[in-house]
């Protein structure tokens, strides 16, 4: 037990060595892809927001690819929809997806919002929300049952005989 750490074994070597081999996280300052995102940005004021879109798309990829191999095995239906073989590798993708940054300051009495990356900070944040949207969207609309369903008329509305037509009252 240190200041900052909880480290538990059987033996009181492992242990130290445990905590004794874990560094200091690196700030994220210190980081090249950091620097160059935010080096044609100027100084924030208010905001400041990073994204590193290849590192998460490649954490994404770890995550969700193997749940794809396993779905289509148990469920081979799936394969009629998405074909996990032809996905292309994390590091395909995640090497066009360059680090996203915003800044926001205050400038002659109004905000400026500046974004730069491969896609903006909005980008970056509305895709995921607009997907997560339609696919809701697309469960709805699948579930409902196909083909025409009889409405039935209100209660209310019984039918009017047409003006001059007789009517047979059965007692």
Known sequence: LSAQKL???SDRGV???????????KPLTTTGAYRDAMRPLP????TLAYLDLGALYQRFDTFVRPILQMTSALAPGVNN???AGKLPPAEVVARHLTPCALV???VHGGYRTESIGSVTFGQAIGL????????????????????ATPV????????????????ARTP
């Open 128 to 147: 995921p929300v607009a997907a997560f949207f339609a696919a809701q969207h697309l469960r709805d609309f699948s579930s409902r049952p196909t083909g």
């Open 152 to 167: 039935p008329p209100p209660a209310s509305l019984s039918p009017v005989p047409a003006p001059g037509a007789t009517v």
């Open 104 to 106: 926001r300051r205050y």
């Open 81 to 83: 929809t998405i074909d």
């Open 43 to 46: 100084e924030a004021e208010q």
């Open 15 to 25: 242990v130290d060595r445990a905590i004794a081999g874990t560094a200091a996280p």
């Open 7 to 9: 480290a538990c074994g």
